[in-house]
């Protein structure tokens, strides 16, 4: 699967913006799909992930009630809707997938075999 994340871009701290990841290639539904972001310096972060099956998604208790994961599996795409922005969000934001990440590894990055190239979030306070 490919994958091809947009959305990004430069807001003032508590505006919303709303991430795509769109895939291509394979059957996007198979796919457990999440967010990860990297602030200049510091390591990769997760952020959301969704499973396939029931949708069920998870949330890094830093972002928890402001932002919302979901996906449209029809058009192979999975959403990131960032509320309430903060200048600590500011990071390149990656969506990766796979078929193979169980439960326990949603929020590991080692968990995901396919990247998107990554979409730059700039909150300015």
């Known amino acids: 699967v490919q994958l091809q994340a947009s959305g990004g871009g430069l807001v003032q701290a508590g505006d919303s913006l709303r991430l795509s990841c769109a895939a291509s290639?394979?059957?996007?539904?198979?796919?457990?799909v999440a967010w990860f972001r990297q602030a200049p310096g510091k390591e990769r972060d997760f952020v959301a992930a969704i499973r396939r099956s029931h949708g069920n998604t998870y949330y890094a208790d830093s972002v928890k009630g402001r932002f919302t994961i979901s996906r449209d599996n029809a058009k192979n795409t999975v959403y990131l809707q960032m509320n309430s922005l903060e200048p600590e969000d500011t990071a390149v934001y990656y969506c990766?997938?796979?078929?193979?990440?169980?439960?326990?590894?949603?929020?590991?990055?080692?968990?995901?075999?396919?990247w998107g190239q990554g979409t730059l979030v700039t909150v300015s306070s």
């Open positions: 990766a997938a796979d078929t193979r990440t169980i439960l326990s590894a949603v929020r590991d990055s080692r968990g995901y075999g396919y």
């Open positions: 290639g394979s059957t996007f539904s198979n796919y457990v």
